[in-house]
């Protein structure tokens, strides 16, 4: 793939920010009581927080299918 080596990174650290976030909320999710109202704000974190890591997997996935046909294509 033909990405700048510093915009990977870029998206390297924002992946293990978005997990290690999601670890924490997982954590409190589980030790914490679930009778309490906030529980509700924290699942729905937790499944914000994994919507957008998904997503951000998902695109480097397309982005390298995608330049794979590409350069198919030119072959042919």
């Not at 290690?20 to 999710?29: I, Q, R």
């Not at 937790?46 to 998904?54: D, H, K, Q, S, Y």
């Amino acid at each position: 793939m033909s990405q700048d080596p510093a915009w990977s990174q870029k998206r390297a650290k924002r992946m293990v920010v978005l997990m290690l976030s999601a670890c924490v909320f997982g954590w409190l999710y589980i030790l914490l009581p679930f009778d309490e109202p906030w529980s509700w704000m924290l699942l729905g974190i937790e499944i914000a927080l994994g919507i957008v890591f998904i997503s951000l997997l998902v695109r480097p996935v397309r982005a390298r299918r995608e330049e794979y046909w590409r350069e198919r294509e030119k072959d042919n």
